[in-house]
């Protein structure tokens, strides 16, 4: 998608980057692993942020030595840019390593609310 993220979005989108970052070096990995999941899915409609989700997922899989997420992740940050370019992305799809890459899946109703702000 081109254009600029929504500053609402942007913000939440830092946000839950940042604080995925300060509660992993805390040993929540699985609230870590939560808000990336987030961001993922707010960030899917743009390559750069959804790029750089896919970074900080490699980054924590990385980390804690997870090698299927590490390899996902290096496999996802490749088409993560395109396929927000073309439109061609699983809306509402986690983006971890344990999900099919093509899949599909619901979106948060929270989560709806901020990319109903793309549209508008």
Same mark, same amino acid.
């Given at each position: 998608?081109?254009?600029?993220?929504?500053?609402?979005?942007?913000?939440?989108?830092?946000?839950?980057?940042? *604080?995925?970052?300060?509660?992993? +070096?805390? =040993?929540?990995?699985?609230?870590? /692993? &939560?808000?990336? $999941?987030?961001?993922?899915?707010?960030? #899917?409609? /743009?390559? /750069?942020?959804?790029?750089?989700?896919?970074?900080? &997922?490699?980054?924590?899989? /990385?980390?804690?030595? *997870?090698?299927?997420?590490?390899?996902? #992740?290096?496999?996802?940050?490749?088409?993560? =840019?395109?396929? +927000?370019?073309?439109?061609?992305?699983?809306?509402?799809?986690?983006?971890?390593?344990?999900?099919?890459?093509?899949?599909?899946?619901?979106?948060? *109703?929270?989560?709806?609310?901020?990319? $109903?702000?793309?549209?508008?």
């Amino acid at each position: 998608m081109s254009g600029r993220v929504p500053a609402p979005l942007a913000e939440r989108l830092d946000a839950n980057l940042g *604080d995925a970052r300060l509660v992993a +070096s805390n =040993g929540d990995v699985d609230r870590a /692993w &939560m808000l990336l $999941e987030e961001a993922h899915v707010l960030s #899917q409609p /743009w390559a /750069w942020p959804h790029v750089r989700v896919h970074l900080a &997922m490699l980054a924590l899989g /990385w980390r804690l030595r *997870d090698c299927t997420e590490v390899v996902g #992740q290096a496999l996802r940050v490749l088409v993560a =840019g395109p396929g +927000s370019l073309t439109g061609r992305y699983p809306e509402g799809n986690t983006g971890r390593a344990a999900e099919p890459a093509t899949r599909t899946m619901p979106v948060p *109703d929270h989560l709806r609310e901020l990319l $109903e702000l793309r549209r508008g």
